[in-house]
């Protein structure tokens, strides 16, 4: 059986979701927010490879898509306990305030 | 066929990803994000990746936001100012051009397609004969054993930090 849907419509819907965890990152200032774009930018990435892998007739690409959770999972435990640190020395997520490594 | 659910559902994605990006309230991004999970997760359906769907839907929309929510409500966010002030103005025209490139430049490289990839053999028959999550489990504990035991390391690592860095009374 043959998809219907091309393999280019989910890489230009992961293109842009990814492009929209870009403008996150790069527009906002709550640091919480900021991680929820880079989330958002794992999900797309996660979509290319699950759609290449189904468009491959390969498995890789879900074990990896597996793999980049499980990093996600640990890298948000410890971004979201940073975050919790900053909050109780700056009492602020605003990443303009976050300047104590300034020389 | 398949368009009929491809589109909704990508519409669902980017709505929902436009509106983590927009919304001014940290708790109505959380919940948008949570409803791109499940747009991506039905799609994931669609690709035939069941078991990556369930888990998209297990880790991130159960895990992974919960545990956002929960620090959203923990620290005091209500009263955030706007994300745009004034004087970001030029920056923020940039950043879109930058990344209004970075679109265009993703779109024109995905377009020739991957006529001449090799192909594996776990075709949509095998798939559907052996069933999606044995195959990736298979695969799991045979080729990626190794990195699934690192997994395990990194995620405990981890517990570790997590712990040691929102610990109340630091050093």
Known sequence: MTATVPLQAYLILSAA?????????????????????????????????????????????????????????????????IIIALYRNKESVNVDEINLLRG | MEWVVFIPLAAMALATAVSVVLLRNPIYCALSLIGTFFALSGLYLLLQAQFIAMVQVIIYAGAIMVLFLFVIMLLDLGHEPSPWPRRDRPRLLLSVVLVLLLLLELTVAIRPGISKAIRGPYTSAVVDAVGNTQLVGRLLFTDFLIPFEITSIILLIAIIGAMVLARRHLG
Do not use: H, K, P, Y
């Not at chain 1, 990152?25 to 958002?40: D, H």
């Not at chain 1, 699950?50 to 898509?65: C, K, Y």
């Open chain 1, 17 to 81: 979701l990814f492009t929209i965890g870009v403008i996150g990152v790069l527009i906002r200032r709550n640091a919480l927010i900021i991680f929820m774009a880079i989330e958002l930018m794992l999900n797309a990435v996660n979509l290319s490879f699950v759609a290449f892998s189904r468009f491959l007739d390969s498995m890789d690409g879900q074990v990896i898509v597996f793999f980049v959770m499980a990093v996600a999972a640990a890298e948000v435990a410890l971004g979201l306990a």
